[in-house]
């Protein structure tokens, strides 16, 4: 069940990050979920998407991230947010090369483009069933254009992809579909919901700890159940000689060895 929400409870603030067609996607969704977060789209990959997540979360709170394919693995990688992944499931994946059939001239193959390697369980499912699918792997947006010649080279009528290689085969005249249905895309914002809600949670409490702590004159600190350090007065942040942000997340031990905590 959904929270009651007042009008002064905050929205955990969801960040969507994609470009070509996924971006689409990802803000068509997005509009289903708008009533019970506050959501922010990102047009960008890889680094310049790590960069603009942290270059945001500086200014305000990023609760959660919802990405996809090779990018968002890279971005899960690379920041200290949680993460909902748009995952791939069989049904989207067979409902995507049948639309792929359709779109595909007679006789023609169908192919499946993975980030990495291919799938070897549709190997198999191609090999029961003479499917005709086709795989083939790109490894960045680096030679994902190589990927498209490889494509045409082989003479393939429709193309099942990440954005990127969609898009890029379309412009090459090769018929395509993204890799990721609206029902994945669903599924991955309401774990991002579930994944914000908590990381607020968190954050409200931290910051009502933090409210608590600096009114107190003695230097103070509390410490996580990991025995990091979780909040700490001024007081607290001038003996240690740092400033408060710069502790956060620290055992004790590492920024006072020599005192008694």
């Given amino acids: 069940n959904t929270p009651l929400q007042t009008p002064h409870t905050p929205q955990p603030h969801i960040v969507t ?23 922010t789209h990102l047009s960008a990959s890889f680094d310049s998407a790590v960069d603009a997540v942290r270059a945001l979360h500086a200014r305000t709170p990023v609760d959660a991230l ?8 890279w971005i899960r990688e690379r920041v200290d947010i949680p993460v909902a992944m748009v995952e791939v499931r069989g049904v989207d994946l067979l409902g995507a090369l049948a639309r792929a059939r359709a779109l595909s001239p007679p006789k023609m193959t169908v192919a499946l483009v993975a980030f990495g390697a291919v799938s070897q369980q549709v190997a198999q499912f191609d090999a029961q069933f003479g499917a005709g699918i086709a795989q083939f792997s790109y490894h960045g947006p680096e030679d994902a254009a190589a990927c498209v010649q490889v494509l045409q080279a082989a003479g393939i009528g429709a193309v099942v992809a990440p954005g990127l290689v969609a898009d890029l085969a379309q412009e090459a005249g090769i018929a395509s579909v993204l890799l990721y249905s609206d029902t994945a895309v669903q599924q991955a914002f309401s774990e991002a919901l579930l994944l914000a809600r908590q990381r607020l949670a968190e954050r409200t409490r931290h910051q009502r700890l933090e409210t608590i702590l600096s009114q107190l004159q003695d230097g103070v600190v509390a410490v996580d159940c990991q025995q990091r350090i979780a909040a700490l007065n001024p007081a607290m942040a001038a003996l240690l000689g740092a ?19």
């Fill in 17 to 39: 990050v994609g470009r070509h067609r996924i971006a689409r996607v990802l803000e068509r969704v997005a509009e289903g979920f708008q009533s019970q977060a506050r959501i």
């Fill in 66 to 73: 919802v990405v996809a394919g090779a990018s968002g693995a």
């Fill in 243 to 261: 400033p408060a942000a710069q502790l956060h997340g620290r055992p004790p031990g590492s920024v006072a060895p020599q005192r008694d905590m």
